[in-house]
């Protein structure tokens, strides 16, 4: 969106018609609220964007049907050249026409007509500029169909407007609905605007609208209907001494047969034109910022240097985008519908004075008239930024314009300001919703995004953090490594956005497009659920939405959507159960003895990324984390929801831990985000290990720099070599309850070198203990630094029987750390692991390959002889 400078924000509300309670659609669902279908189509008018067009911000559906529309708003309009009284000049004049003409020209290339051009809907800004206000909503109202009033001034209506009447689709006497208005109908509009403005008065005024109408139609039966309006209104002599190329620009608008009336497009072309033509350029629609043109490529220096640099009245915040500042305007305590009740737009009235008619046998009527607030009152109310400006007076000029520290940078702090530090460890729920936070925040992502893919790591960096709501959807974008712009072919019911029937024909156009560029995976349910986040915030962009569903899918959700995925399924699945085993021990014991296990609750968690069980709100803030790890952190997460509900599934048995998940509680997110990066910090790389994960990406600069992920690498994506994790089959991956480890993974995480010692973390003691379970003459022939030599022989018997374990004494000491066991046998290292686990030790794991991965290294130590 384009700055604010010297515009303002404006609101005005309508009503959209209230649908019969008693009736259902064809499937036998309620139907769709009218205010529902405006909200879905309005989205896509926040992105049409011009120079001669008020920018749309924000809609807002409130009781009772009512919506509140936000745009880009002037006080002055044409209305103040109609209060003058006298002709305009015939420069202004002109000005205007081509301007106008450009609005709509712009307009009809989206498929849109205004429908309600009228004098006080044609503003002008600062310098003189026209700026066309309300021109969606014709389009928002499906042709004025979904409200009970017309779209448009009696006044200003094309002929065939006023020919066909109007409409409701609940009218029983109408069988169709009339053809929508077309790009010629506007023409006749302005046609009326400019004579008036060369008459110097307003047309039709003092007549009523009945007889107003008629006259506009009898019109049809004169040759001139331009001198035929001079004389009805007594300006016959003006509008004679107007140039006669101007006069002609009159009669072409005015011509009564729409077939024989010219577009926006051809009058724009027109000779009387040509003088002031050559002083408007070509709009360049603003390049997004996933394309492969240029962003730069329209920017030109002045030619004083010292030009950018001058600041009239520090007026920092008339810089940023509209909706930046109607979004800061919510946070500082805007509320729409005060300010429109303030204005007495809105007006609210006891119960007892909205009762309904009613109507006696002798046909005497008691009750209300019709209550003609839900008419349209196109009222448009300024919204006051005082509170705002106010409430960002401390902050300094230098937050607008943050300088970007340098990438190499390890040091993992915010570029915000530090007067804002202490804000940063507050609620993320605070965060979002404090204005200065947000403004900081928000400026500072904005240009590092523009910065894109140049600054991409500073984005990962900042990200950690947290991510502004309002620019979530390009952050996830490039988190996701998106390159460039997709060109595509032409459920989430409780939101009101997803749920509009705009909402659902992109939903089928994204999933259509997935499913068709990618034939060798099927649809399956729940890839909906997945597709609504990407789709909600890019609502307009639906070529993003599928770019970054088409690359969100392969890294979490690799052949997941296969047309026999069972394996996948299940390979993810018994990780999973490892992953419980491995951090809640207790908690695992105690699923699996009541036969609890998660193929009954965890498919849908992952099969849609916990979409299908969370809200839209938390979503947003789990998947900001998300993002930000490999492909394991889903096992994370799903930990610390289980952990979340840890009391009550222990105290609990088969059938109440099956209604316990049908109707899943409610779960801190921030929490749950806070405790998966903890998890994640203590799973050793390779514990998650799967083979069917997405394979290793070919290395090669991809003119993105280095990918960095929030915690680690992915183990999936690190080069194979002798000492890295071998796959497992199914049935003997799901046998062991611990998950394996890779020796490079051990080796990593005792910080072994060749020929050194072990070395300590900050605490003195390794975060890790290796326990090896050879007997005691293998163990003196060559072992791990530091490692502890329980042998597997004094607990379990030839027969796999436990004698006794001393590794339970042994062992408290270390309760806590990862236990690495190693072994020669993977059957004996998976069975000492699984009875400490059974014991309840948390971060048990065993050594993949035994012993013999570690041999061929050097790194195993042998004691000196005792002299």
Known sequence: ???????????????????????????????????????????????????????????????????????????????????????????????????????????????LVHRALSAHNVLMDCKGNVKLAKFGLYHMTDHGADVDFPIGYPSYLAPEVIAQGSFH????????????????????????????????????????????????????????????????????D???ELPANVLELLRKCLIFLPSKRPTPAELLGDPVFSGISCHYTPFLKPVSLFSSSLRCAHLELPDDISDLCKDDDDDYLSERAIDEVYHLWCLAGGDLEKELTNKEIIQSKPPICTLPNFVLEDGESFGQGRDRSFLLDDTTVTLSLCQLRNRLKDVAGEAYYPLLEDEQSSLPQSNSSNELSATVTLPLIIRERDTEYQL?????????????????????????????????????????GIEIEVDIPRCHQYDELLSSPQGHIKFRRVLKAWVVSHPDLVYWQGLDSLCAPFLYLNFNNEALAYACMSAFIPKYLYNFFLKDNSHVIQEYLTVFSQMIAFHDPELSNHLNEIGFIPDLYAIPWFLTMFTHVFPLHKIFHLWDTLLLGNSSFPFCIGVAILQQLRDRLLANGFNECILLFSDLPEIDIERCVRESITLFCWTPKSATYRQHAQPPKVAGDNGFGKTTTYYSSDYQDMPKTDLSREPLALCDLKAEVSPRISAEDLIDLCELSLGGPTKRSRAGKPKIVAVDIRSVEDFGRGHISSSINISFNTAFSSDGELLQCPATGVLQNYRGRVIVVIGHAMKSAAMFAAHLVKVNFPRVCILDGGINKLKPTGLLTVPSPQI
């Open 440 to 480: 900081i925040r928000i400026i500072l992502f904005d240009r590092l995004l523009k910065a894109y893919p140049y600054k991409k790591n500073l984005v990962w960096k900042e990200a950690r953090v947290d991510i502004p709501p309002l620019v979530r959807g390009l952050a996830w974008a490039a988190l996701l």
């Open 238 to 240: 003006t509008i004679k």
């Open 169 to 236: 689709p609940s009218d029983p006497s109408r069988d169709e609905a009339p053809l929508p208005s077309g790009p010629k109908t506007d023409v006749w509009s302005l046609g009326v605007l400019l004579f008036e403005l060369c008459a110097g008065r307003r047309l039709l005024q003092n007549i009523e609208i009945s007889e107003r109408l008629k006259f506009i139609l009898t019109l049809g039966c004169m040759d001139d209907i331009v001198t035929v309006l001079a004389e009805e209104h007594g300006c016959l």
């Open 1 to 111: 969106m384009r700055p604010l400078k010297d515009a303002q924000l404006g609101a005005f509300t309508f009503f959209a018609s209230a649908l019969p309670h008693d009736v259902c659609g064809s499937n036998g669902l309620p139907l769709t609220p009218n205010s529902i279908k405006i909200l879905g189509r309005f989205q896509i008018l926040k992105t049409i964007t011009h120079p001669r067009l008020c920018q749309y911000v924000d809609i807002s559906r409130g009781k009772h049907e009512r919506l509140i529309v936000v745009a880009e708003h002037y006080e002055k309009s044409l209305s103040d050249f109609q209060r003058q009284g006298k002709p305009a000049s015939l420069e202004k004049v002109l000005q205007i026409a081509y301007e106008v003409l450009e609005g709509l020209e712009f307009m009809n290339k989206h498929g």
